[in-house]
């Protein structure tokens, strides 16, 4: 995946572009630059495409990067101006920033890997591949998904979001694979959640969220 934001100019003509071939990846960028400018525009390319030389000639990023969260980041702090919401939590203080960093790092580390193999099972794999849905990875992923959702519903039992009362990045990590998960048949696990599923809705309600879910597919 590639990254290009335009230059340090803000001028509200220029428009900026991500760039991304893949099916959830680059949802997170898209939702991050959408909370920051308005004028952009997504768009698509081809895994064979980027390596070749007259593509990198014609689109010589000064900044490249394949993590998604990497990305996101960069573009919250690199087109953040006054008056923006502060998604990093960098308005808070130390204590601030590092609520919002833990449970990005939760998101990575507990949460996306229980959640994301029912996403490839069930749509991705199916779709891309033709491949039959490998149910025992999907019970076990869901079983661990579980245990995940109750510790989710603890914490938002505390705070309105994830590292306190304010919508954060690392609300927004879990936006792509959430969305697609709740294309699968097991989208009714987040109701055994209630505070995980108001969560959820509060978030899909959020005008930013609409405009990217505009461009993402939900028929398979």
């Given amino acids: 995946m590639a990254l290009a934001a335009g230059s340090e100019s803000r001028e509200p003509e220029k428009m900026r572009s991500i760039y991304s071939a893949g099916l959830v990846d680059l949802k997170k960028e898209a939702l991050s630059l959408s909370k920051l400018i308005n004028n952009?525009?997504?768009?698509?390319?081809s895994r064979s495409a980027n390596v070749v030389a007259h593509f990198i000639a014609k689109f010589s990023f000064d900044n490249r990067s394949d993590e998604s969260r990497a990305i996101a980041r960069y573009i919250l702090r690199k087109y953040r101006t006054p008056g923006s919401p502060d998604l990093l939590g960098e308005n808070g203080g130390a204590k601030g920033a590092a609520m919002v960093d833990v449970w990005t790092e939760v998101e990575a580390q507990q949460y996306h890997p229980a959640i994301s193999p029912v996403v490839f099972e069930c749509i991705i794999f199916p779709v891309m591949r033709g491949a039959a849905t490998d149910q025992k990875v999907v019970d076990e992923s869901l079983e661990r998904l579980r245990g995940v959702l109750g510790t989710y519903e603890e914490r938002l039992s505390e705070s309105r979001y994830l590292a306190g009362d304010s919508f954060?990045?690392?609300?927004?990590?879990?936006?792509?694979?959430?969305?697609?998960?709740?294309?699968?048949?097991?989208?009714?696990?987040?109701?055994?959640?209630p505070r995980v599923k108001a969560w959820w809705e509060d978030l899909m309600a959020r005008p930013s969220v609409k405009r990217v879910c505009a461009n993402m597919p939900t028929k398979f």
């Fill in 40 to 45: 952009f525009q997504l768009a698509k390319i």
């Fill in 168 to 193: 954060s990045f690392a609300d927004l990590n879990h936006f792509p694979f959430t969305f697609y998960f709740m294309a699968t048949p097991y989208a009714a696990l987040f109701d055994e959640y």
